[in-house]
């Protein structure tokens, strides 16, 4: 995987985007008052939105858009190829960073920590998302996904080619197997807050046991086309 041969101290920060126009406003003012400083290179990869996503980014100061292939492995390992900072950022856009979070991965690399995440809060108060998010807290790699973010030092994730491009679904916690065998993963103290929706949609209980088997079988070996299947099937 080759990426953009500048390598500056910085963040780049790269977020996936379909169709996502109703929540981008609120995104990305979220996201520019968590920052610290503005100097940071923002990316939004389009999958090909058909719902004015594209118009809100350009018009948007200091955000870049690019264009690819749906998939999120696609569309993230795009924005790290245009990544001209030394630090990697993936975050959704249902996600909301911690205050000054910029600083706060950048103190980690400085550190020499060169892959992590944030522990998880859901905007939602039921018990069982309550339970899933303390799990979070564990520095095991059975505790980890998508919703947390997601840092890397450039380098290391050019090494290992980015993202798994035949995982539509679990794409995030393949990577992070793989940095967890390679690195010091580090769950950093401060949390990041995530939208219930999608467990709101499908059902709370029922979107927790669908998640945790698509991740068993993962474990156990099921290919990316199988857990695909199964989650067109069972998940809105």
């Not at 923002?42 to 004015?52: E, K, L, R, T, W």
């Not at 940095?179 to 709101?200: C, D, E, G, M, W």
Request: proline residues 3%.
């Amino acid at each position: 995987m080759t990426g953009a041969s500048t390598n500056k101290a910085g963040i780049s920060i790269i977020v996936p985007i379909y169709n996502e126009a109703e929540r981008l406003p609120n995104f990305i003012s979220l996201l520019f008052g968590a920052l610290e400083s503005h100097q940071h290179q923002i990316i939004f990869v389009d999958g090909g939105s058909q719902d004015g996503s594209c118009k809100i980014i350009q018009a948007s100061p200091n955000c870049s858009l690019l264009k690819s292939k749906k998939g999120r492995a696609l569309q993230m390992n795009a924005g790290a190829k245009n990544a001209i900072h030394k630090l990697l950022y993936f975050i959704h856009v249902d996600c909301t960073p911690p205050q000054g979070f910029d600083q706060i991965l950048l103190n980690e690399c400085n550190a020499e920590n060169k892959a992590g995440c944030f522990q998880l809060q859901f905007d939602h108060d039921h018990f069982a998302l309550k339970w899933v998010a303390l799990a979070t807290k564990y520095n095991t790699r059975f505790c980890r996904s998508g919703d947390q973010s997601l840092f890397v030092e450039k380098q290391l994730f050019m090494q290992f080619k980015g993202f798994n491009e035949h995982y539509t679904v679990c794409e995030d916690v393949e990577l992070i197997d793989r940095l967890y065998k390679a690195t010091n993963f580090i769950v950093l103290p401060q949390k990041i807050i995530t939208s219930a929706r999608r467990f709101i949609e499908n059902g709370i209980w029922r979107l927790h046991f669908h998640h945790g088997l698509i991740h068993l079988m993962r474990y156990a070996g099921i290919g990316p086309k199988k857990l695909y299947r199964y989650y067109l099937r069972f998940v809105k």
